[in-house]
């Protein structure tokens, strides 16, 4: 089993007024092919910092981060672009589909993007992901017409969409009830089954129960990085 994911001394700093404020204070961590981790921590505690770093989306001040076989400081700003929209499958609290697309042309908008699945098959890999995460019945629908767990699982098949290595998720739970909730990660364990790496930033209590490692942050460092015992 191979490292997925990378970090290595990375610190990132924000200015704040007339100073600074220290998001990741040099953070070391190896995620291997195929974990389930959950990153978990106060407000402020860097754990989004830390996704977003992981995603491409923001820079590191200083240090090394390397997801899969890619360093990602080698890589421009399109580069880093085109890696995410092949490698990175990203799920947010707010679930971010655009209203005017129906739920299918949102979990196709990827796959145009990338260019990775032939034009041909785009409709057709829409559905069978739509399918998969229990919503094909909505395909057709807009965003606004779905409940907030059908949005949510619209938003996870467009993450999807290229069938990406890593899945990262930013409180993928934060705006679903308990019920709804539970049926989310479960899906992400499903997806983890399947072998891909999953990084999941929550609040959630019981995630322990479905995640292989809980790594909590304190202040941008980690203070305990612990496996769960849950198993597959």
């Keep these: 089993m191979g ?9 990132k700093v924000y200015p704040l007024g007339n100073g600074e404020v220290v998001a990741i204070d040099h953070l ?24 977003n770093l992981l995603a491409g989306i923001d820079r590191p001040t200083s240090g090394k981060l ?3 076989d890619t360093d990602l400081a080698s890589l421009s700003e399109s580069g880093l672009a085109a890696w995410r929209g092949d490698s990175v499958g990203l799920v947010f609290q ?10 299918a ?6 796959m145009d993007f990338a260019g990775k699945i032939p ?9 069978h992901l739509l399918d998969r995460v229990g919503i094909a019945e909505q395909a057709d629908k807009l965003p606004a017409t779905l409940s907030g767990g059908q949005q949510q699982r619209a938003a996870i098949a467009r993450a999807l969409a290229n069938d990406p290595p890593f899945l990262l998720a930013d409180e993928p739970t934060g705006n679903l009830d308990t019920t709804t909730a539970d049926a989310v990660l479960k899906l992400f364990a499903e997806l983890n ?14 995630i322990r129960s479905i995640v292989s490692r809980e790594v909590t942050l304190v202040d941008g460092r980690i ?6 015992g849950a198993t597959r």
């Design 28 to 51: 070391d961590l190896d995620i291997a092919q195929g974990e389930f981790v959950a990153i978990v921590g106060r407000s402020g505690s860097g754990k989004t910092t830390l996704l």
């Design 119 to 127: 034009v041909g098959r785009r409709r057709s890999r829409a559905e």
């Design 66 to 68: 390397r997801v899969g």
């Design 94 to 103: 707010f679930f971010q589909l655009l209203p005017t697309l129906t739920v």
């Design 193 to 206: 089954a399947e072998g891909r790496t999953i990084v999941v930033v929550t609040h959630e209590r019981d």
């Design 105 to 110: 042309e949102n979990v196709m908008l990827p």
């Design 3 to 11: 490292q997925a994911i990378q970090v290595l001394d990375v610190v």
């Design 223 to 228: 203070i305990t990085d612990q496996t769960t």
